[in-house]
């Protein structure tokens, strides 16, 4: 049974810190998501990759986040230096569309 | 007005019960239309895409109403296991946007 993978689950890390949270998309598939999630906000989506190239990353702080796929197994996403309102999860998905896409289990961020 | 809206609920219903919830969108140009499930604490799940024609899979039904926009998600028969958060997801032509909504919550009670 293919699954998305994220790693870490969970991580707490002090304000201004790096945070480098990891996806591993289902193999074969082409199309990459990474979404915020917060009580307030709901789930927003912050970038998307298709054959690993950015293909819209308007939702995503560009002074502090940047996304990369360095290759087709593996995406990433840092927060450069990271800020308390960065608390939430973090989800990857992947699919061969936007139309179906298979998330992971997240990873559940705080910074304090 | 939102992006795309839902009723946060929740909305408890008996075990048995049919509930149904909208999600209303603003986007006039919004092509491709979704329900997804997330249970507590878990990663949201497809539950089935929303068609012009309406659709069905098992107890689940979906509709959309393109003049009114928004679309349904009605569940016959409630079960236990139905408890979850219902998201609905609107995406535009050319993929320009695609947007979740907060979600509604389901609570099935015996």
């Known amino acids: 049974d293919a699954r998305v993978t994220q790693t870490p689950r969970h991580k707490v890390t002090e304000m201004g810190q790096e945070v480098t949270m990891r996806c591993q998309p289902i193999l074969g598939h082409n199309t990459v998501f990474w979404y915020r999630q917060t009580m307030m906000q709901g789930l927003e989506l912050l970038a998307y990759f298709r054959n690993r190239a950015p293909l819209d990353d308007s939702g995503m702080p560009k002074d502090r986040f940047s996304a990369e796929m360095p290759d087709a197994t593996l995406a990433t996403l840092k927060i450069q230096p990271s800020e308390p309102r960065d608390s939430a999860v973090y989800f990857c998905?992947?699919?061969?569309?936007?139309?179906?896409?298979?998330f992971g289990p997240g990873t559940r961020l705080t910074v304090t | 007005r939102k992006e795309v809206e839902q009723d946060p609920g929740p909305f408890n219903v008996p075990e048995g019960a049919t509930v149904a919830f909208n999600c209303t969108y603003s986007n006039s140009a919004s092509q491709s239309f979704f329900w997804y499930r997330q249970d507590c604490r878990k990663e949201p799940k497809l539950l089935m895409s929303?068609?012009?024609s309406g659709n069905e899979d098992g107890r689940f039904t979906a509709q959309l109403n393109r003049a009114s926009q928004y679309i349904s998600l009605l569940i016959r028969d409630s079960k236990l296991s139905d408890s979850a958060t219902y998201l609905c997801?609107?995406?535009?032509?050319?993929?320009?946007?695609?947007?979740f909504g907060k979600g509604t919550m389901l609570l099935v009670s015996p």
């Open positions: 929303v068609y012009s």
């Open positions: 998905a992947s699919g061969t569309t936007a139309y179906e896409q298979y």
């Open positions: 997801v609107v995406i535009s032509s050319g993929y320009s946007t695609l947007t």
